[in-house]
């Protein structure tokens, strides 16, 4: 894999997001995008973008007030298990990336004790620019509506172009930090969220839980 060569796929990656929000919305997806032999850097953060998209829409619907409780209970649930889809396979995405950065030649000589990194992984960046991919969808379809005011509708425009602004700037960005990993400047590396909410062994509200009596 060459700096080129990850830039190219990053591009399609990104280019992948944008154009599957507005294709989920025309046909609603699956839970799940399956893994296949072969698949790479795109597929994953496509399987990885799907989960956003299914929490973009659970988390609306938790927000009804005309619905009865038990319905955002189970929205809250699903909330839950797609967040944890969700890290598990931004980590995989940095797994799969710091395979393909370390076959650059600038980051085979550097002493494990002059390694940079950057606050941010690019699995992480990615993952943002899968959310602002859905913000862009949903505020452009805020700027078609013809049931409301003027107002709504300049707001709108306005803030559709703040987001466009910085999906290109993370885009820009993202390219930049290969160039960094290129040049043997930093090094990539995956940070576990070690989620604890979700594990019954370390959330105290799960394992300290005594049944309901009756």
Excluded at 91 to 120: H, K, M
Excluded at 127 to 145: A, V, Y
Aim: proline share 4%; with cysteine; charged share 30%.
């Amino acid at each position: 894999m060459t700096p080129s060569a990850l830039k190219a796929l990053l591009r399609s990656a990104i280019a992948a997001q944008l154009d599957h929000v507005a294709l989920w919305h025309l046909e609603e997806p699956a839970a799940d995008i399956p893994a296949r032999d072969g698949d790479g850097l795109v597929e994953l953060v496509l399987r990885q973008h799907l989960k956003n998209f299914l929490l973009w829409h659970v988390e609306d619907r938790a927000r009804r007030k005309d619905v009865d409780d038990s319905v955002i209970t189970a929205c809250k649930r699903e909330i839950d298990g797609l967040n944890q889809q969700r890290n598990d396979l931004m980590e995989q995405v940095d797994a799969w990336l710091v395979g393909a950065v370390s076959a650059f030649e600038a980051q085979r000589d550097i002493p494990e004790d002059r390694r940079r990194y950057n606050t941010e992984t690019l699995g992480a960046a990615l993952d943002r620019l899968s959310i602002l991919s859905l913000k862009i969808f949903h505020m452009r379809e805020q700027t078609e509506r013809d049931d409301v005011d003027p107002s709504h509708l300049e707001r709108c425009r306005e803030k559709l172009g703040v987001l466009r602004a910085q999906h290109d700037d993370l885009s820009r960005s993202v390219l930049e930090v290969v160039d960094e990993y290129a040049g043997g400047l930093k090094s990539p590396k995956v940070y576990f969220q070690c989620k604890m909410y979700n594990d019954p062994a370390l959330n105290p509200e799960l394992y300290a839980a005594k049944p309901v009596a009756g």
